[in-house]
């Protein structure tokens, strides 16, 4: 290749004047040389005849116009910043000039660079991705918090709900929160907008690395073609050279061979003389005349002279084409890359570093949203600060006396006519002792007992005697949680409070009817009614699936194909008699509905069979040990959660 002189030289005396802009976004215009001085130092070339006449008189044209590439131009998109026409440096003054040099002395320059910027390729659309998924998340939130906001202030306004200081801070904090969805809404805007930048900077950069690519192959594979051209017209000159020599040699051989007949008398000598000859390669043309000798070496000579001039060409050429590729167009092929390089570098950069300076601000203005500065309104915690419940108490006490003021009293007389023997009102009692308590006849609470009770009662039993295809205590439980806590995170899976789920038993053991599921008391907390059915069906002195079919469903549990396994649980169902089997359908019909609202309560089947499997297969004694139904754990799970799967399969007739 080239030597290290034409590099120093290039950067040390170079004209930069050559270098053209085609302006705007541009790349600078790629010179070629019209022409090239005969006087270029190329290898001297000493042939074995006297010099032949020049045919190098007139001035060769450049060989990047004879061949494949054409003076092209690097065009791309900078989308951080132009570089002005009129400027004398072709990039920024922050361009690292040294690197640059470094990289035209290595051999692998190119390779490193489009290996690179390929790198920074995948990493720039790893960050617009990020982004990209990052905005949508924002957005949903976004949108459901405003959403939630505006609807829950909408709703309170037209319920029942308290008055006073708590509708105003009620108001206040869904304001908080809608301004809070809309800096988010805001986030996933400018988001967005950086991921489109950043794959369209992708894409750009990457469209520029293959045009540099397919320009760089082209220049080094015309100098490539130069040099093999050249190194053929070596060789078609060494062999024209050993034709002459051949020539010379055997008119040579000529002259001794008649010297030798005329001033030597025949011998050893004269056949020493022509054996020589031969052996030098004279007498080839053996029975030739003298006149035929001279007119081939004449005509050798001739073709020896123009394979020299074309040699001579070839080198100048080969030459000027090297020196022009290493000092001029592999140097901008580098610095077209590394500026190809440090764009979409900067410009992943300046785009993450923004990202980080949103996100931060983001944060700040939502607490200050939260906590604002001073004199500037009221935040979350102080709006519920404002909340005044003893003195929201004292209005609501008035405005209710002062409606009912003229009402007719609905309530027991305070005092009568005295001529009817009505007594005057009791003065209140204010002494130490403690005032005795009647105790209600039908146990605690309150309660009356109906006697019909529905915890630890046989399923067939209770069902008989109520009539019913479904326990009631189901029906009325799985109707009150499908209507308040479908969406309820972890439903089923966390308990209710202890002393509420026994209070709820109990008043649903004495009185199932007359417990109203929709009172605030237990609509309010949904986990104490899903903890009480758990708790009746735990009572069951019969699993739900029986005693006597639980091995059968443990050994279906234990197949491995899906569609078998699936079979064989089916048939264990048909086999449950008539009231498990009917309750078992609409519970688990339940279920299947709970899981229909997964995204939002987290009950995914899998889950729910946790939850479900010992509670249904309940525990099975065995060989004397209390707890060995707690050994088939897994195989249940995976039995309830197969029939759960398969539910419309198991349970629905395509009649229905």
């Known amino acids: 290749m080239a030597d290290e002189g034409y590099l120093s030289s290039a950067w040390e005396s170079g004209d930069h004047s050559d270098f053209q802009t085609s302006g705007g976004h541009g790349r600078p215009q790629l010179r070629t040389f019209d022409s090239v001085e005969s006087s270029s130092s190329g290898p001297h070339v000493k042939p074995a005849s006297p010099p032949p006449r020049s045919s190098f008189e007139s001035q060769g044209t450049s060989r990047w116009q004879d061949g494949s590439p054409p003076a092209a131009t690097l065009e791309r998109r900078d989308t951080l910043g132009t570089i002005r026409s009129d400027a004398t440096s072709l990039v920024e003054p922050s ?52 959403k939630l906001a505006r609807t829950t202030a909408d709703t309170y306004a037209l319920s029942d709900g308290k008055a006073g200081s708590f509708v105003a801070a009620w108001q206040s904090s869904m304001r908080v929160h809608e301004l809070m969805a809309e800096n988010r809404l805001r986030f996933s805007q400018r988001l967005n907008e950086m991921s489109d930048e950043l794959a369209v900077l992708a ?85 030739k005349n003298p006149g035929n000798i001279q007119r081939q070496e004449d005509d050798i000579r001739a073709r020896m002279s123009a394979a020299s001039d074309m040699y001579r060409k070839s080198v100048t050429d080969t030459q000027a084409m090297r020196q022009e590729y290493f000092n001029f167009q592999l140097p901008r092929i580098l610095r077209a890359l590394k500026e190809c390089a440090d764009e ?24 200050s949203i939260l906590v604002p500065p001073h004199e500037e309104g009221l935040g979350l915690k102080a709006s519920i600060e404002t909340i005044d419940n003893r003195g929201d108490f004292k209005i609501y006490m008035q405005n209710y006396a002062y409606a009912r003021g003229t009402a007719a009293p609905r309530g027991p007389r305070r005092d009568g006519p005295p001529d009817e023997g009505f007594l005057p009102p009791l003065p209140p009692h204010h002494g130490g002792g403690t005032p005795a308590t ?48 479908m969406n309820t995170q972890g439903i089923y899976r966390i308990s209710g409070t202890t002393s509420k789920v026994a209070n709820l038993r109990q008043r649903l053991d004495k009185d199932l009817e007359g417990v109203d599921l929709d009172a605030p008391e237990w609509s309010g907390d949904i986990n104490n009614v899903t903890s009480v059915l758990k708790l009746w069906l735990r009572d069951l002195p019969d699993p739900l699936l029986t005693h006597t079919l639980h091995q059968g469903f443990i050994e279906a549990a234990k197949i491995e194909n899906d569609r078998l ?46 939850v479900f499997g010992p509670t249904l297969f309940g525990q099975v004694p ?22 759960l799967n398969h539910y419309n399969d198991i349970f629905i007739d395509e009649s229905e």
């Open 95 to 146: 361009f690292d000039e040294n690197v640059l040099r470094a990289l035209c002395e290595l051999d692998c320059g190119t390779p490193l660079l489009l290996d690179r910027i390929k790198q920074s390729t995948v990493s720039c659309r790893e960050a617009s991705v990020f982004f990209k998924k990052r905005a949508m998340m924002e957005e949903e939130y976004g949108k459901n918090m405003q």
């Open 203 to 287: 894409k750009e950069v990457d469209k520029n690395r293959k045009q540099t690519k397919d320009l760089a192959t082209r220049y080094e594979r015309a100098l490539q073609e130069s040099e093999v051209a050249t190194e053929k017209s070596k060789n078609r000159l060494d062999i024209t050279s050993e034709e002459l020599e051949r020539v010379l040699l055997q008119k040579e051989g000529e002259s001794l061979k008649d010297n030798a007949v005329q001033h030597r008398p025949p011998g050893a000598g004269g056949k020493r003389a022509i054996g020589k000859a031969v052996a030098k390669g004279g007498l080839l043309l053996k029975g």
């Open 344 to 367: 979409i570098d900067l410009g992943t950069q300046y785009h993450l570093t923004r990202y980080a300076f949103l996100f931060e601000s983001i944060v700040l203005s939502d607490g």
């Open 438 to 485: 009647s105790t209600p006849p039908n146990g605690g609470n309150g309660i009356q007992d109906k006697g019909r009770p529905t915890f630890g009662v046989d399923l067939a039993e209770q069902m008989a005697r109520d009539n019913a295809e479904v326990p009631p205590i189901v029906e009325k439980c799985c109707q009150a949680i499908e209507k308040y806590g």
């Open 565 to 610: 396994r699936h079979i064989r649980l089916h048939e264990r169902v048909n086999e449950l008699p008539d009231p498990n089997y009917s309750t078992l359908k609409y519970f688990l019909g339940h279920l299947h509905r709970i899981n229909q609202n997964a995204t939002m309560n987290s009950m995914s089947m899998q889950n729910l069979a946790i």
């Open 622 to 643: 065995a060989n004397g040990q209390a707890n060995a139904g707690m050994a088939d754990a897994t195989l249940q799970n995976m039995a309830i959660e197969t029939i």
